[in-house]
């Protein structure tokens, strides 16, 4: 079975240009997330889906960052503008229902973003 | 704020040695305490996960403590591998709105 699948996996940019990231979940999944990591920390949550629904998009930076999960199956992120301090590796993970109590997220390679 | 932190950011064992990985934490409200294992240009691995009213749970070469009194986690590895090496974090988790909260990672290498 594929795992979460991510693309591009490298993305070389110029500030202030636009950038999409795209992930498609493990088969089932409804919920979905969204992470950013910068170089040796943790990923840091940007949103949460629940099927279609965004449920958590608390740490998202709305003047530039925009999601969408339009069929409740794959997503995709987008910055636009890009700027410099945008420069880190965009995850997306996959769980089942985490009200279950299902806490294992499967997460992709990620995207790696440099925006110069 | 809330925040889960770790002790150490390097550890260096030998091959066979186990490891142990500590992680401290702020926020007593979490379901869940989670490990995961994050080599080099890959996503997070999902190691083991311990409910808030446990103390101990064990997978195959791995051991999780936790310690609620003083909001302490810890992983512990035995016979450790070089296939072990990576950045290692704990996470803590909300059932109720789901959230995972990742601390900054500890670096473990191991040498052959």
């Known amino acids: 079975e594929a795992g979460v699948v991510q693309s591009p996996r490298y993305k070389i940019i110029e500030k202030k240009q636009p950038v999409a990231f795209w992930c498609n979940p493990i088969?089932?999944?409804?919920?979905l997330y969204w992470y950013r990591q910068n170089l040796g920390q943790g990923p840091e949550l940007l949103i949460r889906?629940?099927?279609?629904?965004?449920?958590?998009d608390s740490q998202l930076p709305k003047d530039r960052f925009s999601a969408e999960r339009l069929k409740g199956v794959d997503s995709t992120l987008k910055i636009q503008p890009a700027e410099l301090g945008d420069s880190a590796v965009y995850l997306c993970a996959s769980s089942l229902d985490v009200g279950a109590g299902n806490t294992e997220a499967f997460f992709g390679q990620g995207t790696r973003l440099t925006v110069v | 704020g809330e925040s889960v932190g770790l002790h150490l950011p390097t550890l260096s064992v030998q091959e066979g040695d186990n490891s142990i990985i500590n992680c401290a934490y702020s926020?007593?409200?979490?379901?869940?305490f989670i490990w995961y294992k994050q080599e080099s240009g890959k996503g997070p691995q999902f190691i083991i996960d311990i409910r808030s009213n446990m103390d101990k749970r064990q997978g195959q070469r791995v051991t999780v403590l936790l310690n609620k009194t003083v909001k302490h986690l810890s992983l512990q590895i035995a016979a450790t591998q070089p296939g072990d090496s990576a950045v290692y974090f704990c996470a803590e988790a909300y059932t109720g709105g789901f959230k995972t909260i990742f601390g900054a990672g500890t670096r473990l290498f191991v040498k052959a």
């Open positions: 088969s089932g999944h409804n919920t």
């Open positions: 889906y629940e099927n279609e629904e965004a449920v958590d």
């Open positions: 926020n007593s409200a979490s379901d869940y």
